[in-house]
Structures are given as C-alpha cells and as structure tokens.
C-alpha cells in the first residue's frame, strides 16, 4: 500500500510539474512560494503577449530587423536562453511538489519524466536558434555590407530599379548565359512593380560608355561565332572573360555591372541592383519546398529519353520545372519566357510559411550556393517593408519582343519611350531624340507602333495553379 501512495504521490506531483510547464508559477504558487510564482506567471504573460504581437501586428516590422545579420545572432542567443529558462522553471517546479522520501526506482522515474519534459521545452528553442543562426549565415553569404544602415535607402528617390536574371549553365558550353532578364521597377511609396523582360537574343545591344563601347561602337557583336553571336544574353559571361571591358571591377562582379548598366541603357532607367539566381539552385529551391503545382495547356517532350509532361493540372518536380522553363518545344523563346515567368510567380504564390520553415535549411544551401545579388545586408529591412507594399499593389507586365520589337534590329528609342510611358519617369535628356536619327546612336530597325502587352495585377491572379504555356 506504501508503494501504491508513493506511486500516486510522484504520478501527482509529475502531473503538477507538466501543468507547471505550461504555466509557470502554477507549482510556486501551491507550495506557497507566492512572490516567485506570481513572478514566473508575469513573465510568461509578458513572454506570450510580446510574441503573439511579434507574430501578428508588428509582423513586418519584426521581419524587417531580424533582417540584420547582428539581430538575427541576438535572435539565436535568446532562443537558446528561453529554452534554459523554460527548463530551469521545471526543474525547481518538480523540486517543490515531488513526494519526499522516494526510493531509488521513484526517484529514477522521476528525474526520467523531468528530463523529458525539458527536452520538449529545449527543443523548439534550440530549432528557432537555428533557424536564426542559419538565416544569419545566408545573409552574410548572399548579401555583402557596405556601411552603415542609411535613414533613408532609397536616398530621397521615389523608385528602385532591380535587374532579376536567370542565368543557365549548360554542360557543352563555357560560362553561363543569362537566359532570363527582366527588370522590376518599383515605387518606393505605394509598391505599384513594373516588370520589363527583355528577351535572350536581343542583337547589336548598345553598349554603355567606356571600354565596352569603345569595343563594340556598333553595338555588342560577341566574337562573331556560332557559340557567340553577340546577343544580350552573352554580355554577363562576355564581361568576366574579359576584365578590359569593365576596368577596376573584380571577376564575379565584371558582368553584373556591366549588365546593369547595358540593359539600363536600353531601357533608359538606371539599374540599382541585381539579383541572380542559377537555374540549377531553381530547380533545387522547388525540390526543397516539395514541388510547385501549375497547369500545364499543351504536353510537352521532357528530357532525352522521350518523356512527356502531360497537360493537366500537376506538380512538378526541379528537374521536371526546370525542363518546362527551358523547352522551345511547343513555342519560340517567347512562349518560353511567358512560362518561365509563370512558374516564378507559381513558385512564390505556393511558399507558405509552414513550407519555409520546414525546408528552411535545404532553402538557406540552395541560397547560398546558387543566388548572387549586390543589394547590401543594410537594405534588407527596407527591402522586406516594401516587399509588403509590393504584395499589396497591381503588378504589370512589359514584354519586348515580336511584334513590337524586332529582335535583329531593334528600336531602342521605341522601347525608352514605352518604359517612360508605363513608369512615368521622363526620359533622359540625352535620349530624347528621334527615332533612326544620328543623334541617337542606338536607333536602328523597326518602326512597330505597337503597344506592349500588359498583364493584369497580380491582384487579379487568383486561381492557386498557374497556367503556364
């Protein structure tokens, strides 16, 4: 009988340490232990309330500052002390209300259920340290600093220009070609994004002033072979081979730069940033989240080996995604560029937060190894303020290509001219003049009339498959 209460002491006395873990101070205040218990309950209270604040209201703002590598490192070390925290309160909660005088079996018992119960409050904490160490890792990775953080990242602007490229390296080839460039012009005050994609095989592209010019006076012209014909889509790889073309910059930096300012000029914004993405580390970035679910109109031959990827409402997996982005099997490079821009947007729609955090690491490698950008570590939190803004307002679509623009032998001044008329910026004074006269050294070929396709906002975009090709 002896052994029975002793059991049913120690089951109540676990049962009360359990209840305790879950509201601190419970066991303080039956063992009379009043000032610490009431202690305990008010720092959990504070505790929940300034964590469901962080998670609900002040959700962007707490985003936007862990977004410092600095923060992100406190984040980690204070994930790891409230796990200790949480074990020390049920620790000393199991020392107040455990039965005394138990034997060696009860006392083993004891400390057993204990040890569990700490191991549950240690856990979730230790995975939100890393996730914080983690995050802090790809941000020190992906993105350099550059100073210290301005009042003011947009230096009194009104719009950011970001250059977004997917760059795809094909084994029989050297280097990497920039098969996918687009540029999203966004409104710093109300996140209003235009999107201007202009296509691979874009000739005789002007080249900005300096060397690069001084080179290709009549517009980038490559090597002249099979393998380099001179299409814009060479530049980035035409730039690293060759350090003479943009003096001073260092290699993996050289053909970004001169990207950048290349398609500005074409464009006639100036580009602030860019951010690239391998396609490899694409394919890779759907596999971690588990596939990315579109609807496919027409089959399409998949891989060398006669596969098909049927039409119908499916998930695809990287490879399967990144076969669909790049075939020109059913179309021409620009049904081709409508379906790679689809599949971006599938892929950003699906990423639930659940999705991200689950697949975090494999998401945080993927980053690391295959995502290059310039925008400095102390842009992000303004970055991920305007990402709200921009989720919230119209996105539109600019396309450059057939029939608007004839690929051979573009209108530079046409495509200026519609970038200033979609973004209202006026064009530069150096740009405003006629079309095919001298003083404008890109002017050649088409005199199309056209008016750009423009894709309704993202805010009309409901349906949860994206319909691709």
Known sequence: MRGDRGSLRL???????????????????LAGRRAAGAALLAAQVLLVAGLTAAATALRPEVLALVARPGRLAALAV????????????????????RP?????????????????????????TLYAARLAYVGRDVVTTVFAPRGAASADPWQGRYRVNVLLLGADAAA??????????????????????????????????PMPEGPARRMFPGGFAGDGTLNHPGLL???????????????????????????????????????????????????????????VRVTVKNDIPYGLAGGVLRAGTRRLSGAEALWFGRSRSDGDDYVRMGRQRCLLDAVARQA????????????????????????????????????????????????????????????????????????????????????????????????ASATPSVISSQTEQTSPNASCN
């Open 78 to 97: 204070a994930a790891v002390l409230l796990g200790l925290a949480w074990a020390t309160v049920i620790v000393s909660s199991y020392r107040l209300v």
């Open 352 to 447: 639930d937060p659940f999705t991200v955090i689950r697949s975090f690491g494999r998401l945080a490698d993927a980053a690391k190894r295959y995502i290059s950008t310039d925008i400095p570590q102390e842009s992000l939190p303004a970055f991920m303020t305007l990402s709200r803004r921009i989720k919230d307002a119209p996105l539109e679509s600019v396309q450059f290509v057939p029939p608007l623009i004839d690929t051979a032998a573009p209108d530079w001044a046409l495509i200026r001219e519609k970038v200033s008329e979609t973004t209202g910026v006026p064009l530069p004074a150096s740009t405003r003049t006629r079309r095919g006269a001298p003083g404008d050294p890109a002017a050649s070929g088409s005199r």
């Open 233 to 291: 889509n060479e530049v980035y790889q035409w730039a690293e081979d060759h350090p003479e073309s943009v003096p001073g910059v260092p290699a993996g930096r050289r053909g970004p730069d001169l990207l950048k300012r290349t398609i500005g000029g074409i464009l006639g914004l100036p580009i602030d940033y860019y951010a690239m993405v391998d396609m490899k580390g694409f394919a890779r970035i759907i596999d971690a989240t588990g596939g």
């Open 172 to 205: 029989r080839r050297p280097g990497a070609r920039t098969d996918s460039m687009s540029v999203a012009a966004i409104d710093t005050r109300t996140g209003r994004t235009v999107l201007f994609s202009l296509p691979r095989n874009l000739q005789h592209v």
């Open 11 to 29: 089951s109540g006395a676990l049962g009360l340490t359990l209840a305790a873990a879950l509201v601190w101070g419970l066991a303080h205040l």
């Open 100 to 124: 005394p005088g138990l034997g060696g079996p009860g006392r083993s018992l004891g400390r057993a259920a204990v040890g569990v119960m700490c191991a549950a409050a240690l856990l979730p």
